[in-house]
Structures are given as structure tokens and as C-alpha cells.
């Protein structure tokens, strides 16, 4: 969790940053901190714009509880795993997948966290480069510390030609999360121009300490874009204005990567599903909100 103390708001390292248009750069860092003045979202962020060479950095080093967007790691750790053992999802896992990534289910992700294994997760993390990213206890997947800066590394993971996950393995990953349902598909894809292929996950998870954690990270492809969001959040006092943090901040990049845009993404509103937590921890879940 983000530690007492770490409430002021400061660009680290570079903010947002160009090769080509440093303008477009400053221009960004500007308003994404005017989008969270005056907010109590504590927020982790990081961009990486592939084609045009433009980053964006904040608190990317601050641990957050995961909730759900830790899913993906367990599949890809899962992928990994197979791959040394040179054997393929059977039939129940892959429905176990699917239900994990695109409709968030938790028994699903609590069987596939046992079947993977604390050794083979901390393998993945390993190969992967993701040595911030700190295992939840025993079962709790949830309470997984993450940072923005290892979620992008994981997004740059999937994205790219590597020796940790072959292509069948992320084109696996990539095409499940291409497929969260409509009502889990809020947060980054805010903004983002209708042409492109967005592959997303979500978590949202309130807590007795630092509020509603809500978390949002997405790659995006296709009409020669290739870039991912990843923003974290917690000190939410709801799941709503979390949502509306991170979609702030993701409205803001989106516009600024792929400037004039006829048709895009709309920010998403709530509906029956929000206010309830992806998962529950006992003794730790903070109250629900009215």
C-alpha cells in the first residue's frame, strides 16, 4: 500500500517526456496534474507510446493493492510455466481464463493463483523484470503490491517479441483481455480513438485503509498505434469518483496521443455492477458505499 506521507503530488523522473515534440510532452504533465488537483485519488501512473516516442511517469515506483489487474500476471505466469513444461492449457483451464480476465471472476483466479503456484509467480516476476511487484499472502491475490512501473514492463511485456512468453502465449493473454465485457471495460480505454484495439483489465477493491482501490491498465493497437496506460489509484471514497480519476487522466493521454480523433471511446458511467468489490477480504474490506 502507499505509505503515510506520499499524498503530495510531484512529477518523478522526467514526468512526460518526447524524442520529437517535447511540447506535446509538457503539454500533457500540465494537465494531468490539473485533472487531479484538488482530488484525495492517490495515483501511480505510467504511458509508453511505442510509435511516437512519448512517456509519462508518476509516483511510478508507489506500491498499490492490485485487485483484479493482477489476473493478468497469473495467466501470464501460468503461460510461462506450461511453456517450461512444454504442455498447453488443458480445456478447464482455458475456461478458467476466460472467466478470470473477462469477467473479473475470483474462484476462477483463486484456482488458477493455487494451480500456478507461489514458486512459478515469483519465476515469472523474476523473468519478467517486475522486482517491485511484491506476492499477495497465502491466497489473498488481491492485496498483491504493485506498482505502475511494473504493470507498463508487464504491458511491454505482452506487447513485444521476448524469451519469457512465446507469441501464442501473449496473443493468448492479449486476446482474452480484448475481450472484458462492456460493463468492466472503463478506465484507460477513456478517450481512445474508436479504430484501435483495446486490451484492458480493471480492479476495484475497497479496503478499511486508503479507501476503494481502483486500478485500470490497457495496451492499444491497430491504424498504426501502439501504447499502453497504466494508472493505479486508492484513496478513493467510492468506486465512482476512483473511475472518474483514472477516466480524467486516461481522457488526457488518449487526446493528447492521437490528437483529432473524429470518434472515440466515451468515458464510462455508472451501472448496477459498480460499488461492488471484485473481491472480498476478510477483515480487511473497507464498507461498501450507499
Avoid at 33 to 55: E, F, K, P, W, Y
Avoid at 202 to 227: D, Q, V
Amino acid at each position: 500500500m502507499v505509505q503515510t506521507g506520499q499524498k503530495e503530488r510531484r512529477w518523478t523522473a522526467d514526468g512526460c517526456g518526447a524524442r520529437a515534440d517535447p511540447v506535446i510532452a509538457a503539454r500533457m504533465s500540465s494537465r494531468i496534474l490539473a485533472a487531479l488537483a484538488g482530488r484525495s485519488s492517490v495515483v501511480g501512473l505510467a504511458v509508453d507510446d511505442r510509435v511516437n516516442g512519448i512517456t509519462c511517469k508518476l509516483h511510478p515506483h508507489w506500491q498499490f493493492d492490485s485487485a483484479s489487474v493482477v489476473k493478468v500476471t497469473i495467466l501470464s505466469a501460468l503461460l510461462r510455466k506450461l511453456q517450461q513444461e512444454h504442455r498447453s492449457l488443458t480445456t478447464a483451464q482455458q475456461k478458467l481464463a476466460t472467466a478470470m480476465i473477462t469477467v473479473s471472476d475470483n474462484n476462477a483466479a483463486s484456482t488458477l493463483w493455487a494451480e500456478t503456484g507461489r514458486p512459478s509467480l515469483q519465476h515469472f516476476l523474476d523473468l519478467a523484470g517486475m522486482t517491485e511487484t511484491v506476492l499477495g499472502p497465502g491466497g489473498y491475490w488481491g492485496l498483491t503490491q504493485i506498482t505502475a512501473h511494473d504493470e507498463v514492463t508487464l504491458l511491454q511485456l505482452l506487447t513485444s517479441t521476448n524469451s519469457v512468453l512465446t507469441t501464442a502465449s501473449r496473443n493468448y493473454v492479449l486476446g482474452l483481455m480484448a475481450r472484458v465485457v462492456s460493463y468492466q471495460r472503463w478506465g484507460v480505454p477513456a478517450g481512445a480513438p474508436t479504430s484501435v484495439t483495446v486490451h484492458v483489465k480493471n480492479g476495484w477493491l475497497p479496503l478499511a485503509t486508503h479507501g476503494w482501490h481502483i486500478n485500470s491498465i490497457g495496451s492499444f493497437s491497430g491504424s498504426g498505434k501502439n501504447y499502453m496506460i497504466v494508472v493505479l489509484t486508492n484513496d478513493n471514497p467510492t468506486m465512482a469518483y476512483g473511475v472518474n480519476t483514472v477516466q480524467a487522466v486516461a481522457e488526457i493521454i488518449n487526446h493528447a496521443l492521437i490528437p483529432g480523433a473524429t470518434s472515440v471511446i466515451p468515458a464510462a458511467t455508472p451501472n448496477g455492477s459498480w460499488g461492488q468489490p471484485d473481491e472480498l477480504i476478510p477483515g480487511l474490506s473497507g464498507p461498501l458505499e450507499h
